[in-house]
């Protein structure tokens, strides 16, 4: 099993300010066709998580240009450019390297 | 624009099985590009992925699970189901269940609200 281990586990931000969370993997997760198999998601209070980032890099359909992936292999980086009061929520990365077996990373809880 | 709705005891005892049940609306469950899945969140920690279906049957497991667990789907309802057996404390936390897509892009689009599962006498 792949497992996937974030950090920090807690962020305390300034809005404006950038922010960072990074993601490592038990093992790689760049596929032979080249992709890096690593999403983002956001659980903002009381919902759902949703998808921020897929392959590494690609910013799901109307999430801000604020958010960047970056990464390949065993480490993986989120950064907020410039932090906003919405963006308060608990952060996961999650591999989908294997075959339809998925692990998500602990967690990072960024509050402001 | 597809929705995913939970539903199922909130209550239940030790050592008896956990049964929730997902339906689409929206969408079809037999579409061939998604499978289904169901993940789990206890009180105040991570998600943890429990399984997937695919409309023609086809089931994957978390292998820590896997011995408890059983999905099935009803394409004539679209609804797909979970089962877990042998239940303790430990198997208390909010099920979401989930569509996501599998192949060169690989993630989780449209998730339920979430249920509340305690297990408790």
């Known amino acids: 099993d792949i497992v996937m281990t974030q950090s920090p586990l807690s962020l305390p931000v300034t809005p404006g300010e950038p922010a960072s969370i990074s993601c490592r993997s038990s093992q790689s997760l760049l596929h032979s066709n080249g992709n890096n198999y690593l999403d983002w998601y956001v659980q903002k209070p009381g919902h759902s998580p949703q998808l921020l980032i897929y392959l590494g890099s690609n910013r799901a359909p109307g999430v801000p240009d604020r958010f960047s992936g970056s990464g390949s292999g065993t480490d993986f980086t989120l950064k907020i450019s410039r932090v906003e009061a919405e963006d308060v929520g608990v952060y996961y990365c999650m591999q989908a390297l294997q075959t339809l077996m998925y692990s998500f990373g602990q967690g990072t809880k960024l509050e402001i | 624009q597809l929705q995913l709705q939970e539903s199922g005891p909130r209550l239940v005892k030790p050592s008896e099985t956990l049964s929730l049940t997902c339906t689409v609306s929206?969408?079809?469950?037999?579409?061939?590009?998604?499978?289904w899945g169901w993940i789990r969140q206890p009180p105040g920690k991570g998600l943890e992925w429990i399984g997937s279906i695919y409309y023609s049957g086809s089931t994957y497991y978390t292998p820590s699970l896997k011995s408890r667990v059983t999905l099935s789907v009803d394409t004539s309802k679209d609804q797909f189901s979970l089962r877990l057996s042998s239940v303790t404390a430990a198997d208390t936390a909010v099920y979401y269940c989930?569509?996501?897509?599998?192949?060169?892009?690989?993630?989780?689009?449209?998730w339920g609200q979430g249920t509340l599962v305690t297990v408790s006498s």
């Open positions: 929206g969408g079809s469950i037999s579409r061939t590009d998604s499978y």
């Open positions: 989930a569509r996501h897509i599998w192949g060169y892009y690989r993630y989780f689009t449209y």
